[in-house]
């Protein structure tokens, strides 16, 4: 696990394409720095990669890019969510922060130790989370300054059965959970999404996981964002915890872009 700058890429896509694929959570890389700090052994904590990363989510991503008639840009986390989540408020408004999952973690999925009691998180914040929120701002503004408007599609997964580090685990886990926004995911988007993904299996909305990901500076402001989370159930497309992927991977893209057709329609 060695330092390999940066920390995310940004992939260009058409020009008149509205849809920004955002891929934060399929990487397991740690730098060693980073590394450092996490105080399980290594045995341990590639058993802990296996169950936090959405893996194989890039590829259902890229996959789905290259199928669709308008090519969407993409913003890939190339960092493991264990080094920061990039989708978590990075204050007291967060609330996994009960279960030290904030934007920088200090528990695991099974509620072990991470990282020690007192951490300084500041460092990790000022290193990869604020530049990773500044280039996800400039890319959503990029998209509403060349198309009039940004859609934001999440790309992440789930296990099959709920992990102790979970806040709403008791709901139903179908096999696309669609997690949605009051202000930025209009009916049309989410229709469509429903459509898209109904040959995949049955589609759930905000179960076992909720909201989407908007850069705060058009958070609840700039109605020309819309956003939409895909959550893939990780039995339809691979082998759990952390495996290869399956045959299912093909079908997930193909809904994906046949969605991403749609919202930039």
């Known amino acids: 696990m060695n330092d390999v700058p940066p920390s995310f890429e940004f992939l ?22 980073v590394r450092s700090g996490i105080e399980l052994d290594d045995a341990s904590l ?14 259902v991503a890229e996959a789905a890019a290259r199928a669709a008639g308008v090519t969407p840009w993409r913003f890939v986390n190339r960092l493991s969510r264990l080094v920061v989540d990039p989708e978590r408020f990075p204050d007291e408004r967060e609330e996994m922060l009960a279960v030290g999952m904030g934007a920088v973690y200090t528990r695991t999925t099974h509620k072990e130790v991470l990282r020690p009691d007192g951490f300084d998180a500041e460092p990790l914040i000022e290193r990869y989370f604020r530049p990773y929120a500044r280039a996800m701002t400039e890319a959503v ?62 589609t759930g909305l905000d179960s076992p996981f909720a909201g989407t990901y908007v850069p705060l500076e058009f958070y ?9 989370m895909v ?35």
């Open 231 to 265: 959550e893939i159930r990780r039995d339809t497309y691979m082998t759990e915890p952390g495996g290869p992927a399956g045959p299912g991977l093909r079908g997930l893209a193909s809904a994906l872009a046949t969605l991403i057709d749609a919202a930039t329609r």
């Open 141 to 202: 503004a990029g998209r509403l300054a060349a198309t009039g408007r940004a859609v934001i599609i999440d790309v992440h997964s789930y296990p099959s059965v709920p992990l102790p580090y979970e806040l709403h685990g008791e709901g139903p886990r179908p096999e696309v959970c669609l997690g949605t926004d009051s202000f930025h995911t209009p009916p049309g988007l989410l229709d469509a999404a429903r459509e898209a993904f109904a040959p995949c299996g049955r």
């Open 46 to 59: 590639e058993c802990e990669l296996d169950h936090i990363t959405d893996s194989h989510t890039a590829s």
């Open 12 to 33: 260009p896509g058409d020009a008149d394409s509205p849809v920004i694929l955002h891929v934060p959570h399929s990487a397991r890389e740690i730098p060693a720095g």
């Open 220 to 228: 609840g402001k700039r109605a020309e964002v819309s956003a939409l």
